[in-house]
């Protein structure tokens, strides 16, 4: 055997194969098996078991704690799964999206804290509604993203303090009684499957809350300090810390303290950037803690990283102890194989590697090696389990090819996010050309994406692609030649410009990072509101037209498309005296998280359960906009009906041509099985517009039918170009045949 052959024989042995080997052997099987197991009952802490002193000294609360704690239950989890056959039956190498988007196609992205129960229900409780779930089907819903459900915040002594981050600061793995009980979570989970759905959970790779695994790890308990980024302070050099104000647990460093650290040794320093920064509340990543005693008498102060708030300590990744990943699967393994949840969403999964730079230089904490691999784990194990992942985190273009590559099945898409925004605000669409361009170019698919509308977060604006790794790249916009830092600060203006300010004063800048507002609320001021007052029903019917627009754009392309309760009922902003103790210490946000009642369980209803005000909704609850063919959710049915008729979730995107009028965008596409061309063409601004559209992938004689109104357009001439006229705010779903 030549040295070529031996070669070529290891290749063969060692390549992935391109058909898994529950494809090839067992084609009409269910796509994945589910392994499964019980936690231990998690009920809430008896009288009995708080005795003493809440101190490390007591062996009573260190036990407690430890009961509590998310990394015992992890270890109670992988047990029950370890030496399975059943974790060895689903393919889990590689990220498959078709297969994520084929069984999920399209979205609901609830928040707990702004749904509308039914009386006497629970949230969980009322999405395991099958009246729910039946007007969901009929609008073409296939899957509910829950969003955080689990137990978060903290604990003080025995007490459970509240959750600093809309619940993602999750502290155990049990269901937060606010929310229901994991048997409606298992409930919820079995109607959607009657109703040809999935429930799709979430993970929180990059930081708990300050719950029991962080009291214990401040002890020094066992490995528990091993699953968070933390470092003991030696008492000689307590003298660098700030003092911890009474009241308080910890407190931020200031960058003359963190430069002092890391100076001394302790710590790796600044990092790329600093999320939520606020003069004098975070000036740094890095908190300091008071000192704490631990089970062998011994105080200790530590310093812990935080990315996000204070209350939000990272987690290690590459601790000799493995505590943070086995913590990490261990929330995964309950969510999948206990509760019954068909995916997960990855939050702050972009921020698992940090490592120090050379003198001068931040340490190097985004886009690092440790985060792609750590990710690679996660998504691995969920699909071993028969699940898949999305990672909704604003990333580079390429550092989202990366995850595409290695780590999770689908990718949120802030890429084109703020960028069809500001196509909307400016009737203009070369900056989401540009966008929606470079990702083709750089291998990004669109069909490993998901587009959405409204979330519970801000209108993105970071630009990261831009303002970050490109920086310094020249990019033609209008002609000139401009850097990527210049072209996102020019966008972010025009954002700020036309969305914010006293010409829209119902939206808000959240910090650096993006608009607090509604999709309906952005129509509003895109169309030149300076108010949210007295709508007429004219206005009504543009802000529905454009809305409908937006939603034609995430939906009749490749990947996921998402929305949420906002998006259905047209909520508006709440003014900011409505939620004053929410957004008093400044994250605006809470304005765009009104209370919403979906299916008018509560007509009379002033809040939510939780206690979010209920907004002014431009479109009504589901049952009665499903009874006007001319409502926005009977708009939305027709246009899911012909994104699933032409397959569009699965295509793949072949082209972004240039167009004649700045207000248009074309998307092209070959239909998933068929290989047909379909070609999805947008008019952003609010008057007609028309001209030849022309790709390389029309063929001269091809005649053009729109799905979406079943008229025929045109045929395709000579030169490859198709002419189309659209009125303000509308959309072709082209559909073209010999």
Known sequence: MTHEQAAAGDENRHGPTEITYSEQFYPARPLSLRPR?????????????????????????????????????????SVQLSGQGSMWQNPFGRPNPKAAVSRAPVWFTAYPMSFVTRPGHSFLGTLADPALWRVFADIGIRAVHTGPVKYAG?????????????HFDRISTAIDQAFGTEDEFRRTCEVAAEHGGTVIDDIVPGHTGKGPDFRLAEMNVDDYPGIYHMV?????????????????????????????????????????????????????????????????????RWVYLHYFKEGQPTINWLDPSFAGMRLVIGDALHSLSDLGSGALRLDANGFLGVEKSAEGLPAWSEGHPLSEAAN????????????????????????????????????????????????LATADTEFLRLT???????????????????????????????????????????????????????IRAELVQTLTGPDAPYNAIFTTNGIASTTASVIAAALGHTTLDNFSPQDVREIKRAHLLLAMFNALQPGVFSLSGWDLCGLLTLPR?????????????????????????????????????MGDSLYGGLPAQLADPDSFASRLKHLLQVREATGIATADQLDIPPVPHPALLAMVH??????????????????????????????????????????????????????VELAGHDGLCLVFRP
Do not use: C
């Open 37 to 77: 197991t019980r936690l231990r009952s998690q009920e809430q802490a008896q009288p009995h078991e708080r005795t003493g002193d809440p101190i490390g000294t007591n062996p009573a609360y260190v036990a407690w704690l430890r009961r509590h704690s998310m990394l015992q239950d992890a270890r109670d989890l």
């Open 154 to 166: 903290g604990v003080s002594g025995w007490e459970a303090t509240p959750s600093v981050d809309g």
């Open 232 to 300: 003991q302070i030696a008492p000689e050099d307590w003298y660098l810390l700030p003092p911890v104000q009474w009241g308080h647990d910890s407190v931020n460093l200031d960058a003359e303290a963190e430069e002092a650290l890391e100076k001394a040794g302790y710590i790796i320093g600044r990092l790329q950037r600093v999320i939520f920064h606020d003069p004098g509340v975070k000036d740094t990543n890095w908190s300091a803690t008071r000192p704490v005693t631990g089970p062998d008498g011994v105080a200790r």
């Open 376 to 423: 690679h784990l996660i998504a691995g194990m969920v699909r071993k389990l028969g699940g898949f992942t999305f990672q909704e985190l604003n990333l580079t273009i390429d550092d989202i090819k990366i995850t595409s590559e290695a780590g999770a099945d689908l990718s949120y898409d802030f890429v084109n996010r703020p960028a069809y925004h500001h196509a």
């Open 436 to 490: 929606l361009t470079i990702a083709l170019e750089r291998g990004v698919a669109a069909a490993g994406l998901v587009h959405a509308l409204q979330n519970h977060d801000e209108l993105t604006y970071e630009l990261v692609h831009f303002a970050t790794l490109h920086k310094d790249d020249l990019f033609t916009y209008h002609g000139v030649e401009v850097t990527g830092e210049q072209l996102a600060e020019h």
């Open 577 to 613: 005296e409505r939620v004053e103790p929410l957004v008093a210490g400044g994250d605006t946000r809470w304005i765009h998280r009104a209370a919403y009642d979906l299916m008018d369980y509560q007509p009379d209803a002033t809040a939510s359960g939780s206690g979010m005000p």
């Open 670 to 723: 070959r239909l998933d099985g068929t290989g047909r061309i379909q070609a999805t063409v947008l008019n952003f601004g609010s008057t007609p517009a028309a001209g030849a559209v022309a790709s390389e992938h029309f063929q001269p004689g091809w005649r053009a039918h729109d799905a979406l109104t079943g008229r025929e357009v045109g045929v395709v001439d000579d030169m490859r170009a198709m002419y």
